[in-house]
Nanobody, 116 residues
């Protein structure tokens, strides 16, 4: 069992930056890590993922603005968010998945609010 704790959310003006962290209670070496978000009244959507081999994927809406990274030694994944827009406002969730062994964990989320 792996527990994930997100941090780094908050209130920021449009155009600003935030860095989210996802700290795991155990090793994330073999896990794909992902960031998702859910805005009020909308479904949860994928923001970015990074595989265990550090290959990355980004939703079109965040390409060029967000960067996902990982530090396996620190058991932490990150999401650097630059040039934030009002529409980036959401609760951001971290996910650790190792589907080959049916392990899939979610954090509790951290609120990001971008004021226009």
């Amino acid at each position: 069992q792996v527990q994930l704790v997100e941090s780094g959310g908050g209130l920021v003006q449009a155009g600003g930056s935030l860095r989210l962290s996802c700290a795991a209670s155990g090793s994330i070496f073999s896990f794909n890590m992902g960031w998702y978000r859910q805005a009020p009244g909308k479904q949860r959507e994928l923001v970015a993922t990074i595989t265990s081999g550090s290959r990355t994927y980004y939703a079109d809406s965040v390409k060029g603005r967000f960067t996902i990274s990982r530090d396996n030694a620190k058991k932490t994944a990150y999401l650097q968010m630059n040039s934030l827009k009002f529409e980036d406002t959401a609760v951001y969730y971290c996910r650790a998945s190792f589907l080959a062994v049916r392990e899939d964990y979610w954090g509790q989320g951290t609120q990001v609010t971008v004021s226009s």
